[in-house]
């Protein structure tokens, strides 16, 4: 075998073995990301239309009972699973779940999602470890526009170490070292460990637009960068920011 191959195999050794229960749309673009990131993801729904959605896509997925703690313990909760995300389309069914889940497996990482402040109380005592809510961004429902990136870098993120992240809007002023600049050339994840997730680009109105759309778009006095990334890199980029204006 050669380095590369050994490589390979060496890499899908150390992937964490993801369980995606959710094949809606969130789920799949989770699924997507995770997986191109070299992780070992699977997914399960108790809906055979949103399986064979997921399985033409190519991904590995199959259709279980999700009431039944012995199909739970059969795909990897309370064994194999590193991480378990609830990604279902329902708040109650998601709740349901995490108390399932929890009780099968008590160290088990699960996040979950939720626009809704009651449901997120919920989910965390139902035993959810992270719930990501979309809405925190303030004035701009992303949630119902979005292409799910928000959703998927935020949780693949918090999986992954960055437990104390924050998600802000920049405002880009003339003579900061963001005026001018293309969205796809900002280098923020290398600089500051933060995120571009969009922006509001004042020139095609007021909706995010996000950082996978294939426009460039520059940075021009008014617009609004809106990134995530944990607090400390926050300071440091606020702090370069400032000195720029001076």
């Known amino acids: 075998m050669s380095n590369e191959a050994d490589n390979k195999v060496d890499k899908f050794a150390r992937a964490k073995r993801i369980l995606i229960v959710g094949a809606g749309a969130v789920g799949l673009e989770v699924a997507r990301q995770l997986t191109e990131r070299g992780e070992r993801v699977h997914i399960v729904d108790d809906q055979e239309s949103a399986v064979e959605k997921a399985r033409a896509q190519g991904f590995y997925v199959e259709r279980i009972n999700l009431q039944d703690d012995g199909e739970l313990k059969r795909v990897g909760i309370g064994g194999e699973a590193d991480v378990l995300f609830a990604l279902l389309d329902e708040d109650a069914s998601n709740v349901f779940l995490v108390i399932s889940a929890r009780a099968l497996a008590p160290e088990l990482p699960i996040v979950s999602i939720s626009g809704v402040h009651d449901t997120i109380e919920r989910l965390h005592a139902a035993g959810a470890t992270k719930v990501i809510?979309?809405?925190?961004?303030?004035?701009?429902?992303?949630?119902?526009?979005?292409?799910?990136?928000?959703?998927?870098?935020?949780?693949e993120h918090t999986v992954?170490?960055?437990?104390?992240?924050?998600?802000?809007?920049?405002?880009?002023?003339?003579?900061?070292?963001?005026?001018?600049?293309?969205?796809?050339?900002?280098?923020?994840?290398?600089?500051?460990?933060l995120i571009v997730l969009g922006v509001v680009d004042r020139e095609f109105g007021d909706h995010l637009i996000f950082a996978t759309d294939p426009k460039r778009h520059r940075m021009d006095s008014g617009d609004v960068l809106v990134v995530i990334g944990p607090e400390e890199a926050f300071r440091k980029f606020h702090a370069d920011l400032n000195v720029d204006e001076k």
């Open 133 to 155: 809510d979309p809405y925190r961004i303030s004035g701009y429902k992303i949630y119902e526009r979005m292409h799910r990136p928000l959703i998927a870098e935020t949780l």
């Open 160 to 193: 992954f170490g960055k437990v104390n992240l924050d998600i802000a809007e920049i405002h880009v002023r003339e003579g900061c070292f963001l005026h001018g600049k293309y969205l796809d050339e900002l280098s923020l994840e290398e600089r500051y460990d």
